[in-house]
Structure formats: C-alpha cells, structure tokens
T-cell receptor, first 113, second 112 residues
Framework: NAGVTQTPKFRILKIGQSMTLQCTQD?????MYWYRQDPGMGLKLIYY???????DKGEVPNGYNVSRSTTEDFPLRLELAAPSQTSVYFC????????????FGAGTRLSVL | DQQVKQNSPSLSVQEGRISILNCDYT??????FLWYKKYPAEGPTFLIS?????DKNEDGRFTVFLNKSAKHLSLHIVPSQPGDSAVYFC???????????FGAGTRLTVKP
C-alpha cells in the first residue's frame, strides 16, 4: 500500500537550474497539495489541486509551477532555482469530503547552491 | 504572518506522565483544528482533530482541547510512551479555504 510517493528523496541544484519534483498517489484522492518546510517553520502551501486539470496558488507560489493531468500525479516544477528555494518539500493528498485530513509523502530535501 | 503559533520548540517528559503540547492562533475565521505527528525522514501523519463547535475531542490516549475565547488549543497525551517521541504540528483551516496553516512544531521527547 504505497500511499503518496515522492521522488527524488534528495537533490542538489545549482542556481538557475530547473527540475521537477514528482508526486504520485494511489488512493484515488481528488485533492493534492505541495508544501515546503523551512528550518524552524511550519509547512507552507505552495500549490494545490482539487482535481485533474484544476490547480490553484497557495501561500507561497512564486518560483514554482504545477500541473495535474491525471488524478494520480501532481508534479512540482522549479524553473530557475534560487537559494531561497532550499527547503524540504512535501506532497500530500486528501479526499474532498475530508480535505484537512491529508496524507503526506516522505518529502524531498532540496539544496540550491 | 504566522497565524498558528507553537511557542515551545521542544518538550521532554518521563514515560507514563502526561505530555501537554500547546498551540495559539490569531485568525478568528479558523473553524477546524488538527494535530499532525512527524517522525524523522517521514511525512506528517494525521493524529486528531476538533471542530470549533466542540471544546474537547478524545481518541484513546490523545485528547485535544479547544478554547475559542483564548484562541488556544492543546494536545494531551496520557500516558506518554517512548514511541510518542516525534515532532507535533498544530494546523488550522477556515471554512472552504484550502490553505491549511501549520505551526512550526514542537519536538516531544518521552524518556523511558
């Protein structure tokens, strides 16, 4: 029972490089989310999706893009990596009827140097 | 602005005793509150929640108390066990808003 799977687990990027963080869930959840967690801070919502083809901005969307072509997948794209994007990124999913009870992946630790 | 605050970065308790984790919020529109637990190298997992129409919710050893007038909630763990050692995040949401806000977390250590 995989739940929410994130890849890669770790990544080091150079300033200006781009990359995609992958997220897939096998629970048939409508809602999916991307968060970032900086040291000593709570999780902050970057983007979320309420279903395939529908995405919306969260609290801290600048510098990121998302797409949702299928129910299962919700990739997060960094186009021009900056040191301020060094963080741990968590993907989560939930049922529409209980959207606050979210199931999280194990996270991707990203360093931009 | 930090709308959900956990002012204690860490807490240490003896096995078998009560652990009390606290959380304050500033947004009066919040109407649903949750606690998540996180072990190292894992994502957060849902622990317990409470709606603003209640002031207490209990699930086994875990009880959440909500004081709306003080904009304060707390998580009680009784009795505490070494396996409860983790980071605990308080979270809050408002109505149909999809932007759930998290506190910075409290690291609980339960000593045998």
């Amino acid at each position: 029972n995989a739940g929410v799977t994130q890849t890669p687990k770790f990544r080091i990027l150079k300033i200006g490089q781009s990359m995609t963080l992958q997220c897939t869930q096998d629970m048939n959840h409508n809602y999916m989310y991307w968060y970032r967690q900086d040291p000593g801070m709570g999780l902050k919502l970057i983007y979320y999706s309420v279903g395939a083809g529908i995405t919306d901005k969260g609290e801290v969307p600048n510098g990121y893009n998302v797409s949702r072509s299928t129910t299962e997948d919700f990739p997060l794209r960094l186009e021009l990596a900056a040191p301020s994007q060094t963080s741990v990124y968590f993907c989560a999913s939930s049922y529409r009827q209980a959207k606050n009870i979210q199931y999280f992946g194990a996270g991707t630790r990203l360093s931009v140097l | 602005d930090q709308q959900v605050k956990q002012n204690s970065p860490s807490l240490s308790v003896q096995e078998g005793r009560i652990s009390i984790l606290n959380c304050d919020y500033t947004n009066s529109m919040f109407d649903y509150f949750l606690w998540y637990k996180k072990y190292p190298a894992e994502g957060p997992t849902f622990l317990i929640s409470i709606s603003s129409i209640k002031d207490k919710n209990e699930d086994g050893r875990f009880t959440v108390f909500l004081n709306k007038s003080a904009k304060h909630l707390s998580l009680h763990i009784v009795p505490s066990q070494p396996g409860d050692s983790a980071v605990y995040f308080c979270a809050a949401s408002a109505g149909n808003n999809n932007d759930m806000r998290f506190g910075a977390g409290t690291r609980l250590t339960v000593k045998p």
